[in-house]
């Protein structure tokens, strides 16, 4: 069996065990076009171009997590002292940790401990089963309204969800400082004028 067929398994099994194709897209880490080819589609058609990224013996361990989140706070700390991203020390500081929901939230635990900040929990539009979906913050978790704020999540597959969390922390009256992700998969270095700060950067040279 091949690694693509693995996928299609994997993405067939998903559905079967009631998830969306949004959350699907959310588990494997892989544009909506490709679920939907994979779920559709035999191994044989053509695949759409993306990248299958496994972090799984990461994501579900504590421990690697933690040293994980170490490490995105350091890359964060040499990139304000360094000048990067157009920050500076006076613009750079948080108060809150904005977790994307869900693969987002066990990564901005970790940091926010390791910062001493608050957590907040963003759900995502494409996760609200509402027929207008919009996106919410979690009342169960931290505010953000008058709160400076760094967004957390594990990869950019397209980028459209961190123009959400950015639109939507604004226009509530949060100001979003930079965001942070364990791989990239487009190379954004902005969303919105807010800085992308990430600590692999994938790139698919055909």
Not at 78 to 107: K, W, Y
Not at 118 to 141: D, Q, T, W
Request: some cysteine; aromatic content about 6%; glycine content about 8%.
């Amino acid at each position: 069996m091949t690694s693509l067929d693995d996928l299609i398994g994997k993405a067939r099994m998903l559905l079967s065990d009631g998830h969306s194709p949004e959350q699907i897209s959310d588990e494997l880490s892989l544009s909506m076009e490709t679920v939907t080819w994979l779920l559709t589609q035999h191994g044989g058609a053509e695949a759409p171009k993306d990248v299958h990224i496994d972090w799984t013996a990461v994501s579900s361990d504590a421990g690697m997590l933690d040293l994980t989140a170490s490490m995105m706070i350091r890359r964060y700390e040499i990139a304000v002292t360094d000048g990067q991203g157009l920050l500076n020390p006076e613009e750079a500081g948080f108060e809150t940790v904005v977790g994307i929901s869900f693969s987002g939230v066990p990564m901005a635990t970790m940091i926010a401990q390791g910062t001493d900040s608050r957590l907040a929990i963003y759900h995502p539009a494409k996760h609200n089963p509402a027929k207008n979906k919009v996106g919410s913050i979690s009342g169960s978790f931290a505010p953000v309204t008058g709160r400076q704020c760094v967004i957390v999540d594990d990869v950019i597959t397209t980028g459209k969800t961190l123009h959400e969390v950015v639109d939507y922390l604004r226009s509530h009256g949060a100001r979003p400082v930079a965001i942070w992700v364990l791989f990239d998969k487009r190379g954004i270095r902005s969303v919105e004028g807010v800085p992308v700060f990430s600590l692999y950067n994938i790139s698919r040279i055909d």
